[in-house]
């Protein structure tokens, strides 16, 4: 193989600092505590970031850290216009979870795959601190969350404080296909709610403001 043109390799690294700017903002940092938290003087980083100073390992890898995204994302984004995202899909206790999302904080988005069984399981709930919101894609959810226990058909979205012992499973032992929000305790989708602690409808999120 012959060697790769330079001016490609100068638009890949001239692309790293407008790329490094938007996700400083989406993450709603500053320079003065990225530099803080980096140990990357704020003028370094304004430079980085401007395309007066080139990057180099040293200081994109606390960027990445920072970030928590791949090394490759900051220095080598997907052709214009791909429009490909590699998901990592994640098994835990026989389920699968492929995120959606990988935004550090705040609110993470899941497609979870109940798969089929001979029969289905029992409740076991669990809880822990935060606020979901579900939307069921195929299948026949079984939700229990609280003292109420609930099969959610396909189309049908369900909202409960996960504080609240919960559990979720396949209504008749079929597979289930899922979407899931998940926050920090306090931190709601926006969606119709009643007085109830735990709500479900055709309801479905309102967008941002």
């Known amino acids: 193989m012959g060697r790769m043109d330079p001016k490609?390799?100068?638009?890949?690294?001239?692309?790293?600092?407008?790329?490094l700017r938007a996700l400083r903002r989406h993450r709603g940092i500053t320079l003065a505590d990225l530099a803080v938290t980096t140990g990357v003087s704020e003028s370094t980083l304004s430079r980085l970031e401007s395309g007066q100073r080139r990057p180099t390992l040293e200081l994109l890898l606390p960027l990445a850290r920072?970030?928590?995204?791949?090394?490759?994302?900051?220095?080598?984004a997907p052709r214009t216009g791909d429009p490909r995202i590699h998901l990592k899909p994640i098994r835990r206790h026989g389920m699968t979870f492929v995120p959606l999302s990988r935004r550090p904080g705040g609110v993470h988005a899941f497609k979870m795959i109940i798969p089929a069984r001979?029969?289905?399981l029992e409740p076991t709930p669990q809880t822990h601190e935060g606020h979901e919101w579900l939307y069921v894609l195929n299948g026949h959810l079984r939700l229990v969350t609280g003292d109420r226990d609930l099969t959610l058909p396909p189309g049908e979205a369900a909202e409960f404080?996960?504080?609240?012992p919960h559990w979720l499973g396949s209504a008749d032992g079929g597979a289930v296909e899922l979407l899931i929000l998940f926050g920090p305790q306090g931190l709601r989708a926006h969606v119709r709610t009643d007085t109830d602690r735990s709500t479900l409808g055709h309801s479905e999120p309102e967008p941002e403001p």
């Not at 404080?161 to 609240?164: K, P």
């Open 66 to 76: 920072i970030y928590d995204v791949p090394l490759d994302d900051l220095v080598g």
């Open 161 to 164: 404080d996960t504080s609240l």
């Open 8 to 19: 490609t390799d100068d638009d890949v690294l001239d692309a790293v600092g407008p790329r």
């Open 118 to 120: 001979p029969e289905p």
